[in-house]
């Protein structure tokens, strides 16, 4: 027997040895809310979620207005205590379904939790980092996991793969781009000197980094008309500098497309996302999948 029997109201058997399945009864039954949104209530629970983050985040900009913190500044800090407290006792819920924690929290959603919790704790001990507190907009990208958006939960794992198939004709591209910043940036020390302001080899690379890159501040500018010819190359360069590596990014995400239906299956192995519809196992860890459950009639 299988976690996934649990579904069907069957027992698990104890020769299972997939510790990192949730355990039957009340675990699996949080774990389906919290985790798989492709149920009814796993979507509401997404939604009020969402909401609550973005109540949270309004508190946080209305409390470093000062006519505002004036006026409503208790009411303001009793609403994020609420905030504080119902988040805690998500990220915990989110603990207390999974039979090993560790895992979780270690998994890329779980540190996104944790990095925006611990904030809220922190400002509460040290209340100058209040600010900090707006770094909780990072689970939003949850937001991709409800609504019938799961196909983009995909979509970010198939531009991750294309980083990382393209990482090395990236690398080469930078190193380019770096020597040619030393070397103009050398080239403009020389041609310029300290007295039209390339005081340094580093800020003569400094410039040819503005320069290169089209940001252009304005801040050291050639007087000579060779230093002059050397910015007009520069900025010439820059156009061909910037399109490069989106060339090669998208080049690799064309290639490594997949035409599969994503969803928001979870493993309960290895806590993987956007399993295909039709999906027996999963693709990272090899476990079985439960049966595809959709309760929103799609």
Do not use: Q
């Amino acid at each position: 027997m299988f976690p996934s029997d649990a579904r069907r109201g069957k027992p698990v058997g104890p020769m299972d040895t997939r510790e990192d399945a949730p355990a039957p009864g009340w675990r699996l039954a949080v774990y389906t809310i919290i985790f798989e949104a492709d149920t009814r209530a796993g979507r509401l629970f997404d939604l009020a979620l969402i909401w609550l983050i973005l109540a949270s985040i309004a508190v946080v900009v209305l409390d470093s207005v000062a006519p505002i913190r004036a006026r409503f500044g208790p009411a303001l800090n009793a609403a994020e205590w609420v905030f504080t407290l119902i988040f805690t006792l998500e990220y915990l819920a989110r603990l207390a379904c999974v039979r090993r924690p560790m895992r979780y929290a270690l998994s890329v959603f779980g540190l996104i939790d944790l990095i925006a919790l611990l904030p809220t704790w922190l400002a509460i001990l040290m209340p100058e980092l209040s600010a900090l507190i707006d770094v909780r907009v990072l689970r939003l990208l949850r937001v991709f996991r409800i609504l019938k958006l799961g196909a983009y939960v995909a979509e970010y794992g198939a531009l991750g793969r294309a980083l990382a198939a393209s990482r090395r004709k990236i690398l080469v591209f930078l190193s380019f781009v770096l020597m040619v910043t030393l070397v103009m940036g050398t080239l403009m020390y020389v041609v310029e000197g300290p007295a039209h302001g390339f005081t340094s080899i580093p800020v003569g690379v400094y410039w040819a980094i503005t320069t290169l890159t089209t940001v252009g501040f304005g801040d050291i500018t050639p007087k000579t008309d060779l230093g002059r010819l050397i910015a007009s190359v520069m900025m010439l360069l820059g156009w061909g500098t910037l399109a490069v590596p989106t060339g090669i990014v998208s080049a690799e995400f064309t290639a490594l497309r997949t035409l599969r239906e994503p969803t928001t299956r979870t493993c309960h192995e290895c806590l993987s996302e956007g399993h295909a519809a039709t999906a027996k196992f999963c693709r990272d860890c090899g476990a079985e999948l439960p049966p595809y459950r959709n309760d929103l009639g799609a």
